[in-house]
């Protein structure tokens, strides 16, 4: 039996906002070719979306090295031992929970993650993320194995531990403002892209005589105007 009316809800996602419209752009062209094959009509509404997330190796540091000083949690024998038994039910390497703080990688454009709107938090101010272990190594993901674990002793000791780090981080940062500076300076950078709707190119830039303090508005008590133009791509 045919319904006289359907609605179907989907979500997109991609490395970059460019690869999104892409996407985007076939599943328009999917539903358009739907309905002709079909004969029916059809509409479509853009509900919401997200930005990409974007990457502050600063913020990342900080965290690193403040989860290397409070350490990856302790979790019991029995605590691994039901790990294991875990991992063996999903055919998985029997390696039980994660005891050490992995090294710091360096992170491309793609950072991975959820459907999660921190994303959108990161264009605003500089972000950074932090895992802990809180279910078997090598567990896949919307698992009752990650359910099982999460709501157990083990989530609730990653949990204290990433609590533990942010608080740690925290303190660091109040203390050493040259922190805090650095990874605004990477935030701002990482924002200019010469494509797209938010390209840089065509954008007028203007050149004050001193350091803008980053907090004053509108010119961050820069002093005088020294030079100003437009930005553009010179041709070899």
């Known amino acids: 039996m045919v319904p006289d009316h359907a609605k179907v809800w989907h979500y ?3 490395k970059d906002r460019q690869e999104v419209e892409e996407v985007y752009g076939r599943v328009l062209q999917i539903a358009e070719g739907a309905a002709l094959m079909s004969g029916a009509r059809h509409e479509v509404y853009l509900v919401t979306g997200v930005y990409n997330k974007l990457v502050n190796r600063e913020a990342a540091r900080l965290l690193h090295h403040n989860f290397e000083f409070v350490g990856a949690p302790d979790f019991s ?3 691994q031992a039901f790990a294991r038994e ?10 039980g929970l994660s005891r050490k703080v992995m090294p710091l990688e360096e992170a491309g ?3 991975g993650g959820g459907s999660t709107d921190v994303a959108d938090v990161s ?3 500089p972000t950074a993320t932090l895992s802990t ?3 078997p190594l090598g567990s896949p993901g919307h698992s009752w194995a ?13 949990i204290h531990a990433a609590a533990k780090v942010f608080a740690a981080a925290g303190v660091e940062a109040l203390l050493d403002p040259e922190i805090v500076r650095r990874a605004r300076l990477e935030w701002i950078d990482s924002k200019l892209t010469f494509r797209g709707p938010e390209s840089i190119i065509g954008r007028a830039v203007i050149v004050h005589a001193d350091e803008d303090d980053l907090t004053s508005q509108p010119t961050g008590n820069a002093g005088g ?4 133009g437009v930005i553009g791509v010179k041709k070899p």
């Not at 359910?147 to 157990?152: A, L, M």
């Open 225 to 228: 105007r020294v030079a100003c």
């Open 133 to 135: 272990a809180c279910w």
């Open 146 to 158: 990650v359910v099982t674990c999460s709501g157990s002793s083990v989530g609730f000791k990653g």
């Open 12 to 14: 997109v996602r991609g």
């Open 123 to 125: 264009w605003i101010t």
């Open 86 to 95: 875990l991992q063996k039910s999903l055919g998985k390497p029997e390696e």
């Open 109 to 111: 454009v793609f950072t």
């Open 77 to 79: 024998e029995e605590e």
